[in-house]
């Protein structure tokens, strides 16, 4: 049973934008500290950005400044906007869901990055970007 459906992805150049959507139910939106992962070929999932409870953001490393994480309650909806896209941001992009017990006690900023700390999943939406 999917509970989260991203959208967005698809194929630009470098320095291009794309702007990614995960919708789910209010249940979860609502309530769960929310995140997107990616995944390139060969390579582990790496965390990108976070939003918990109170709205609070986090990014990896490689991605601040570029990419931006937000939420809208009314429509049930995540989004994370990419900028200035480069070729080493190429991957299957995952939205998720953290309703694990750190995103309600204040310790997700040293979780957000564990995708076993998440669940469900979503399917996925492909980046990819040209040079």
């Known amino acids: 049973q999917v509970q989260l459906m991203e959208s967005g992805g698809g194929s630009v150049q470098a320095g291009g934008s794309l702007t990614l959507s995960c919708v789910g139910p209010?249940?979860?939106?609502?309530?769960?500290?929310m995140s997107w992962f990616r995944q390139a070929p060969g390579k582990e999932r790496e965390g990108v950005a976070s939003i918990d409870i109170d709205g609070d953001r986090f990014y990896a490393d490689s991605v601040t400044g570029r990419f931006a994480i937000t939420k809208d309650l009314d429509t049930n909806t995540v989004y994370l906007q990419l900028t200035s896209l480069k070729t080493e941001d190429i991957g299957m992009y995952y939205c998720?869901?953290?309703?694990?017990?750190?995103?309600?006690?204040?310790?997700?900023?040293?979780?957000?990055?564990?995708?076993?700390?998440?669940?469900?999943w979503g399917q996925g939406t492909q980046v990819t970007v040209s040079s």
């Open positions: 998720a869901a953290g309703r694990d017990y750190s995103c309600y006690s204040g310790a997700w900023p040293d979780n957000w990055q564990r995708p076993a700390m998440h669940r469900p």
């Open positions: 209010k249940n979860i939106i609502h309530d769960s500290c």
